[in-house]
């Protein structure tokens, strides 16, 4: 199974600012996923990152909010603009491996807007 | 729109016990179902996957069970233990398309 991990762990911001976090992981994967999941809810997508190409984002997510790195096949990051308490979340990175799709988290990244 | 269901939402028992964690889903065209645990504060570990194919999938003390067209999955623990305290996700991957759809769980808690 693939091992990721995130930087930073935590962090607390505030409005206004941005913050990029980082994923890596052990191994080569095409595809690198980027959630979000809020106070009490469930996860969400947010965009999917393809080394080399524009990341796709899901509906109710933009560029412009949520922009996505993806320099080559073992890291990707993404940045939370222009901050608002709203963006106070869990930020996850995954990725998916073998044949049969199983799919794997990244700790997270906490993330608290004050 | 994939929904995605987890009952109860909340479960508090005594070590030793077995239970049942029940997931349900609307739209049956899946590719696969995950179960995921979440410690508080951390990131998620796959704890079991079924294909849409399958019927169930066992580790150790955990029994996941998939009924696709009813749109149904349970997942079983034997012999809780406190360890197994933490969040129960289910998971769901359409025919299309790469997002998962999750519930929004089950916090466990088993006490001593």
């Known amino acids: 199974s693939a091992v990721i991990s995130q930087k930073p762990s935590r962090d607390i911001c505030q409005r206004g600012t941005s913050l990029t976090i980082q994923c890596q992981v052990d191994?080569?994967?095409?595809?690198m996923f980027w959630y979000r999941q809020q106070p009490g809810q469930s996860l969400t997508l947010i965009a999917t990152?393809?080394?080399?190409?524009?990341?796709?984002?899901e509906s109710g997510f933009v560029i412009d909010k949520f922009p996505i790195s993806r320099p080559n096949l073992t890291f990707s990051t993404l940045t939370v603009s222009n901050m608002s308490p709203e963006d106070s979340s869990i930020y996850l990175c995954?990725?998916?491996?073998?044949?049969?799709?199983?799919?794997?988290f990244g700790p997270g990244t906490r993330l608290t807007v004050t | 729109k994939q929904e995605v269901t987890q009952i109860p939402a909340a479960l508090s028992v005594p070590e030793g016990e077995n239970l049942v964690l029940n997931c349900s889903f609307t739209?049956?065209?899946?590719?696969?179902l995950q179960w995921f645990r979440q410690d508080p504060g951390k990131g998620l570990t796959s704890l079991l996957l079924?294909?849409?194919?399958?019927r169930e999938q066992t580790s150790g003390r955990l029994n996941a069970s998939l009924d696709k067209s009813s749109g149904r999955s349970t997942l079983y623990i034997a012999a809780s233990q406190p360890g197994d305290s933490a969040t129960y996700l289910c998971a769901v991957r359409p025919d299309s398309g790469y997002a998962l759809n999750f519930g929004k769980g089950t916090s466990l808690l088993v006490t001593p």
């Open positions: 079924i294909q849409s194919s399958q």
């Open positions: 995954s990725v998916r491996q073998g044949g049969n799709y199983e799919q794997y």
């Open positions: 739209d049956s065209a899946i590719y696969n």
């Open positions: 990152a393809n080394q080399g190409s524009e990341a796709t984002y």
């Open positions: 191994s080569q994967v095409t595809m």
